[in-house]
């Protein structure tokens, strides 16, 4: 027997946090709809078109801890509703930017005395614009407190939920369905299904789908490799850019070197993708039934296609426990627990064989955090020194009341 | 402090049982103020532990309140057919347990929990391959 106690308040102490701070982001959202939204949205459709005298011309400052901003304004005269109005004003929303350069241009752009068009609010005839449009890098950055208050909402639907609740209630609420029925209904919970991405194979029933996802995986090596290039590439034109004028950074230079180097090692992997995709293409792996269970003997083909040509190859099948510890420095643990021989190379390029998977072996499980997985693994050497490997999984259930599929 | 006794127990003697059969067995409370248990929860689950995180799966879950005029010091039985998978297995890095559990809510947040474990399935237990 054993006691413990609960901490319930955690859930309870994130819900309240999620449920703040999204108040805050959504205070915000208001703040810039009421403040920013409106405003321009009025000034574009319901403020009324008029003409205006440019009296005067200033560049407006703000002091602030980042320094001075600035944004230009224009005294204008024009008539509205019967009366004379006279104001400093320039948009609809009054924003102060860093640039002074670019508020200067735009106060450049209009001449005192000069006659221009203007608009002015029918509710308010005292206010008026002198520029129409949207701030469309303002509603980016609002992107971010709506990106943060999805985010909480969330969060704050997830805590929530757990809130109050135990941890076995928990899975009882969300528990999955079982696999595809095998004439077992759902009682194969936790069992992965059948990979039927590649149907039927053309010597066997089956034809397995490997784990590796080839073009994915350049995909990904070229974004990181354009991403850490690029920023690198700044940095070295930095230094280049000091040694053309004469006046070379040494210190730069040499803190920069094991940057470039793990970048010229990115383009490598990139092209070490490449070779792979074009040159190994993964093996046509087949299978004469599945699933499988313990005591079982199974037919497999193998064939592999070039254009490289792998040597060495093994054919085995292998039973792994696969964990993963949630911390992100944890690496994933894996521990082969069944490993048997199929074929080996033989000079051919088509392999056939039959395997059995051991009585009181496990079955294949896949849960969150912890799996056990059958696959073949297909592993040879191309261009006398590339290590190459495909794993085929597959599935074995466990044995005496599953209905395999031939 | 209000101390709670669950006592539970399994009808099959052999805590091994096979896919698709039947789990029976009873539980009772005993405790100094019974009118402070708010409510019992009842589990037949798995739970992994070994290297990776812990996954859990509940196959049977039965909640009782004192509000449903339950006496929670009567002995209260329970079954539940067990399933197909996942079975027990005693991996080097992955094992996979599974247990009926008790858990009883007590007044003032606490928590009392008992469980007794059973094995489903006759999985062996794996050796490395190196």
Redesign the interface.
């Known amino acids: 027997?054993?006691?413990?106690?609960?901490e319930?308040w955690q859930s309870g102490c994130a819900a309240a946090f999620c449920a703040v701070g999204a108040l805050v982001a959504s205070g915000f959202l208001v703040f810039m709809v009421w403040a920013l939204i409106i405003p321009e949205w009025r000034a574009n459709n319901v403020f009324i078109e008029s003409s205006c005298v440019i009296l005067a011309k200033r560049l407006a400052e703000s002091s602030g801890e980042d320094g001075p901003t600035y944004r230009p304004e224009f005294l204008i005269r024009y008539a509205a509703d019967g009366k004379i109005h006279e104001l400093w004003t320039y948009d609809a929303v009054a924003v102060y930017t860093g640039s002074r350069r670019s508020q200067q241009e735009i106060l450049d752009q209009f001449a005192v005395g000069q006659q221009y068009r203007c608009w002015y609010d029918p509710d308010d005839p005292g206010r008026a614009v002198l520029v129409r449009g949207y701030s469309w890098l303002m509603y980016l950055f609002g992107l971010i407190p709506l990106l943060l208050l999805v985010f909480l909402l969330v969060g704050l639907r997830h805590f929530w939920f757990q809130f109050g609740k135990?941890?076995?209630?928990m899975?009882?609420l969300t528990?999955p369905a079982g696999g595809p029925d095998a004439g077992?209904g759902d009682?194969?919970?936790?069992?992965p299904d059948l990979d039927l991405r590649y149907g039927a194979g053309n010597r066997l029933t089956f034809r397995l789908a490997s784990d590796r996802a080839p073009a994915w995986n350049l995909l990904g090596a070229v974004g990181f490799t354009l991403f850490w290039n690029g920023l690198v590439s700044v940095f070295v034109s930095f230094a280049a850019s000091g040694f053309l004028r004469g006046q070379p950074d040494v210190c730069l230079t040499v803190f920069l070197v094991p940057f470039v180097v793990v970048g010229a090692g990115l383009l490598m992997v990139c092209l070490w993708q490449v070779v792979m995709i074009i040159g190994c293409r993964p093996p046509i792996v087949e299978l004469s039934a599945q699933p499988l269970t313990p005591t079982e003997t199974c037919r497999l083909y193998v064939a592999v296609h070039g254009p490289l040509r792998v040597r060495q190859l093994r054919v085995l099948v292998i039973?792994e426990?696969?964990?993963?510890?949630?911390k992100l420095d944890s690496p994933t643990?894996k521990?082969?627990?069944?490993?048997a021989e199929v074929c080996t190379e033989d000079g051919s390029l088509e392999y056939q064989g039959d395997f059995q998977i051991p009585?009181?072996?496990?079955?294949s499980?896949k849960?969150?955090?912890?799996?056990?997985q059958w696959h073949v693994a297909v592993s040879g050497t191309a261009v006398r020194w590339l290590d190459v490997t495909w794993n085929f999984p597959f599935v074995v259930?466990?044995s005496?009341?599953?209905r395999t599929l031939r | 402090m209000n101390a709670v006794d669950i006592q539970m127990r399994l009808d099959n003697p052999e805590p091994v049982y096979l896919p698709g059969d039947m789990l029976t067995g009873s539980y009772r409370l005993a405790a100094d103020d019974m009118s402070a248990i708010k409510a019992v929860e009842l589990s037949v689950l798995w739970c992994t532990s070994g290297k990776g995180d812990q996954d859990m799966g509940v196959h049977f879950f039965e909640k009782r309140m004192p509000e449903n005029g339950l006496d929670f010091g009567a002995e209260h039985r329970f079954s539940t057919l067990l399933p197909h998978s996942p079975l027990s297995f005693d991996g080097i890095i992955v094992k996979i347990g599974w247990c009926v559990r008790a858990r009883v809510l007590v007044a003032g947040g606490k928590e009392v929990v008992h469980q007794e474990s059973f094995r489903l399935g006759t999985v062996a237990a794996p050796r490395e391959v190196s």
């Not at chain 1, 027997?1 to 609960?6: E, I, L, N, T």
């Not at chain 1, 009682?187 to 069992?191: E, K, M, N, Q």
């Open positions: 027997m054993s006691a413990d106690q609960s319930p135990t941890p076995e209630m899975a009882a528990r077992l009682s194969l919970s936790y069992v039973c426990e696969i964990a993963r510890p949630s643990i521990k082969r627990i069944h490993q009585a009181g072996a496990m079955h499980f849960a969150r955090h912890n799996e056990v259930r466990p005496g009341r599953a």
